[in-house]
Nanobody, 119 residues
Framework: VQLQASGGGLVQPGGSLRLSCAASGNIFSVTAMAWYRQAPGKRRELITS???????YYEDSVKGRFTISLDNAKNTVYLQMNSLLPEDSAVYYC??????????????WGQGTLVTVSS
């Protein structure tokens, strides 16, 4: 299974970006997907997650600004980020819990996409 993330870039404070992460390979179903981020010198942190049934979690600092969504048919998770702040600058990683065709569940990570919020 591979996770391919895209959509990062440079944006001004107050702007928006949309990240996407597509899972491909030996997939029976996606159990859950999530976005983490890691700023320079800091630990990687979970910011939002979504289950295949649509249950979501948001870390306090992104509530009301970020929206996670999951297209089960495309095995793709999206992160709509609005009202971006300089402190949102980080490498964003997608994470997935996937059931393969042997009904074995594994966790996978994408390669990371850089988001820079700066004027």
């Amino acid at each position: 299974v591979q996770l391919q993330a895209s959509g990062g870039g440079l944006v001004q404070p107050g702007g928006s970006l949309r990240l996407s992460c597509a899972a491909s390979g030996n997939i029976f179903s996606v159990t859950a997907m999530a976005w983490y981020r890691q700023a320079p010198g800091k630990r990687r942190e979970l910011i939002t997650s979504i289950t295949s049934s649509g249950n979501t979690y948001y870390e306090d600092s992104v509530k009301g600004r970020f929206t996670i969504s999951l297209d089960n048919a495309k095995n793709t998770v999206y992160l709509q980020m609005n009202s971006l702040l300089p402190e949102d600058s980080a490498v964003y990683y997608c994470n997935a819990e996937i059931l393969n065709r042997r009904l074995e569940q594994y966790e996978y990570w994408g390669q990371g996409t850089l988001v820079t919020v700066s004027s």
